[in-house]
T-cell receptor
Framework: NAGVTQTPKFQVLKTGQSMTLQCAQD?????MYWYRQDPGMGLRLIYY???????DKGEVPNGYNVSRLNKREFSLRLESAAPSQTSVYFC????????????FGEGSRLTVL | DQQVKQNSPSLSVQEGRISILNCDYT??????FLWYKKYPAEGPTFLIS?????DKNEDGRFTVFLNKSAKHLSLHIVPSQPGDSAVYFC????????????FGSGTQLTVLP
């Protein structure tokens, strides 16, 4: 029962390097999300995808790009990493139930030096 | 400007007593409110929710109260247990295409044995 799987779990980058965070869900959910968690800031929405083939900006999209590869997979790319992008990143999915409940992955801790 | 605020970064409670976590919001268009619980090195997990048309929802030891006129909700945990020690996030669901959630900054609850 995997749910939402994120890779990698840990990554250290140098300023200017690029990388992609991968996310996959096996619950047949339509909507997928990327959040970042920073101390004192809670969870802030970076990008989301309401359904396969669509993506939209969230609250803090600058410096990121996303791809909804298919219904299962939603990746987050940092083209030129900056120290301000040091954070814990969470992918989530939702089946659109009445409560809007999101199911989260375990998180990816990224450090940019 | 945060639309969802949790003004208490931390709360300590004795085992067996009541824990009360508070959350304020500014957007009257939110239609559902949710509480998430997060342990270290794990993703947030859904705890309980309440529709904006209700004022109370109960699930075992957990009760959420909503005061729409004050734009305030609270989570009551009775009785508190050491295993409840975690970060609690309040979230509100908007009316966008993916019904995305806006999160508060979280409250670290510590239940002392």
């Amino acid at each position: 029962n995997a749910g939402v799987t994120q890779t990698p779990k840990f990554q250290v980058l140098k300023t200017g390097q690029s990388m992609t965070l991968q996310c996959a869900q096996d619950m047949n959910h339509n909507s997928m999300y990327w959040y970042r968690q920073d101390p004192g800031m809670g969870l802030r929405l970076i990008y989301y995808s309401a359904s396969e083939g669509t993506t939209d900006k969230g609250e803090v999209p600058n410096g990121y790009n996303v791809s909804r590869l298919n219904k299962r997979e939603f990746s987050l790319r940092l083209e030129s990493a900056a120290p301000s992008q040091t954070s814990v990143y969470f992918c989530a999915s939702s089946g659109g139930g009445s409560t809007g409940e999101l199911f989260f992955g375990e998180g990816s801790r990224l450090t940019v030096l | 400007d945060q639309q969802v605020k949790q003004n208490s970064p931390s709360l300590s409670v004795q085992e067996g007593r009541i824990s009360i976590l508070n959350c304020d919001y500014t957007n009257s268009m939110f239609d559902y409110f949710l509480w998430y619980k997060k342990y270290p090195a794990e993703g947030p997990t859904f705890l309980i929710s309440i529709s904006s048309i209700k004022d109370k929802n109960e699930d075992g030891r957990f009760t959420v109260f909503l005061n729409k006129s004050a734009k305030h909700l609270s989570l009551h945990i009775v009785p508190s247990q050491p295993g409840d020690s975690a970060v609690y996030f309040c979230a509100a669901r908007g009316t966008g295409s993916a019904r995305q959630l806006t999160f508060g900054s979280g409250t670290q609850l510590t239940v002392l044995p």
